[in-house]
């Protein structure tokens, strides 16, 4: 799966799953360097730039630590409308947060819905929404995690030195010189952080868990 070919399938299909879900707003995050980086948002700030990166709320804080869904409903229903384009996190009645990982495990990402009137959340609405962080957590991986830093013949390479393939065999598969592979496994090494073509193969199931073929 390649990174620039899924946005729009992931912003497609949250599109339909959050249909179900009573909500103004939706947005998906990845956690990177204790921020949340936007990969889908249902409504981007028109009159403003595009924030790619958002700082984490007290209450997106909050839901990250707890590791389950957290919902907050206010009776103000005129808030919204009175705060005009303030930030629609904080000034929402109905917010809805849902970590994106799997269960018991760190989150990788962040789903977010809102209302912009007085909702309380039904128990139905948050099993849902925790399911769909879960489902979410494989693209939400592919997207931000380490894998996403290689372009495409990149990521073909690692997959073959993972694999098991040596630089020959993987130079033979790839249609290129051994001096060509070597080349591009450097800059595969380099990119992922590691030393050697054999660490490749320790984090390559966990990194592309849920991936598609």
């Given amino acids: 799966m390649h990174t620039a070919l899924d946005m729009p399938t992931l912003e497609f299909r949250l599109h339909h799953a959050m249909s179900l879900l009573r909500q103004d ?13 936007v990969l889908a948002d249902s409504s981007p700030e028109l009159h403003r730039p595009y924030r790619r990166t958002r700082s984490l709320t007290h209450l997106a804080r909050r839901c990250l630590q707890e590791r389950h869904p957290l919902t907050v409903s206010s009776l103000d229903a005129g808030r919204a409308e009175a705060a005009g384009q303030q930030d629609w996190e ?23 819905a809102g209302a912009r009137t007085s909702h309380w959340y039904r128990q139905q609405e ?8 879960v489902t979410l957590t494989g693209m939400v991986l592919a997207l931000n995690g380490p894998l996403a830093r290689l372009d495409e013949r990149e990521l073909e390479a690692a997959r073959l030195v993972a694999l098991g393939l040596s630089l020959a065999e993987t130079a033979a598969a790839l249609d290129m010189t051994a ?18 073509p054999s660490q490749l193969a320790d984090g390559w199931t966990e990194s592309t868990a849920g991936r598609r073929p």
């Fill in 25 to 37: 707003r939706w947005l998906l995050g990845a956690l990177r360097h204790g921020k949340l980086k």
């Fill in 90 to 112: 904080l000034d929402w009645p109905a917010l809805l947060y849902a970590p994106v990982g799997m269960p018991g495990r760190r989150p990788l990402g962040l789903l977010i």
């Fill in 126 to 133: 948050i099993d849902y929404i925790a399911a769909l962080g």
């Fill in 179 to 196: 001096d060509e592979a070597r080349r591009l496994l450097d800059r595969v090494l380099r990119k992922l952080s590691v030393r050697s």
